[in-house]
DNA sequence: AGTGTCAATTGACACGGCGACAAGTGGTGA
DNA sequence: TCACCACTTGTCGCCGTGTCAATTGACACT
């Protein structure tokens, strides 16, 4: 935080970052991101030490800039299990537009790279925690559908809310976002909810 | 159907398929397939004139011994629309683990070649027709979910029966073949089936 | 025998992209 | 003045795909 030329690596992770947002996750090579960086090509390796890593570090650099951590406050400042779950996918179907670039980008990778499909793992890890925690919170207020129990549930509601389908329904079958969101939120609630017995 | 060398084509195809089951759809190079094939790397490509090319004929190939067309005699046959969608499901969902090595590498494919992506999206787009088949079934009788026009209904379901989420519930979430039919066929009642008013 | 054809082989090569290495260069501070 | 640092320049090796040209060996026709 004081050179001129302000620090190279944050440079080359915006570099990074808008190639992917530009290109969709596809078609990023090391020498484009340098020449977007304004720097050489073995100037990223001075600081990434393979492309995966700059992929994996590019996507948290995402995280921090698009505040991946606040969007969870509403979920877990929610109260009964329902609106636990409905804050939760509400944050995490806004989130996906955004990091679908570089997830894909790590996707691609992950089939080759290992330490990339370790990254991508820990993601997801992470967010089928958010998946688990709703499931629970549901559970507690005794509104989990009885069909499933905790483990299978919080598999079906991660299923759903997965990178690939989102890219499906919205690239391929076309779905708004927001006929996404609406849809996914909805279905989760016909999979998950306790069906009311009566009104 | 006459020389002692039984078609090079149908051996070179055949080493590809066996390979590609044997990585699960990874790591198959044009080098491996010819070495397996008994064949000089150049013969590969006297019959294939790229790796997307290999690999689609591969699939079609595969489609063709494991019998893609009569695994949907049933769906096709059935009378009530639940049935139908009972039916496709359980040949697709049965299908899915055989498919799934060959499937994995053209998906692989398809983020880089336009040839690959082709085959692989008229592929889903034939599977889709199924699931629009029985959507409109459940609706001829009146037992589509009023929750989903047909248009959404087929999506949903498209959607539920992808590799991807096949690959994420078995070989992620840890799902026997047998838990992950039998989860994918409730949920999918649970999404379009109309629920009962009453009994 | 002689000729043609066809499938396949051999070996060499270009290309693109990743990654490594070595020898500079230019600015900063002690 | 010297040393250090971040970075540059240029070069090289590796790998996998795809191409090309020359050759071989089997068969078929006349």
Not at 16 to 24: H, I
Not at 137 to 161: C, F, K, S, V
Request: one cysteine or more; glycine letters at 4%.
């Amino acid at each position: 935080m004081s050179s001129a030329q302000p620090d190279t690596r944050l440079r080359i992770l915006k570099a990074s970052l808008e190639l992917l947002e530009a290109g969709q996750g596809q078609g990023v090579r090391m020498a484009d991101v340098a020449k977007r960086a304004g720097v050489s090509r073995q100037a990223v390796y001075l600081h990434f030490e393979s492309r995966a890593e700059l992929l994996i570090q590019t996507t948290l650099y995402l995280d921090d800039i698009a505040g991946s951590q606040e969007r969870l406050i509403p979920s877990r400042e929610a109260t009964t299990g329902v609106a636990r779950l409905d804050a939760f996918i509400e944050a995490w179907t806004a989130y996906l537009p955004i990091i679908y670039p570089s997830a894909r980008a790590l996707l691609a990778m992950r089939e080759t790279d290992e330490d990339a499909a370790h990254a991508w793992d820990q993601r997801m890890r992470d967010m089928r925690e958010g998946c688990e925690a709703a499931v629970t919170a549901l559970q507690r207020d005794g509104q989990l559908n009885p069909a499933h129990d905790p483990q299978e549930a919080t598999d079906l509601l991660w299923m759903l809310l997965s990178v690939r389908n989102w890219e499906q329904l919205t690239r391929i079958s076309g779905w708004s976002q927001e006929a996404y969101a609406a849809k996914i939120r909805s279905s989760a609630h016909q999979l998950l909810v306790m069906p009311k017995a009566s009104k």
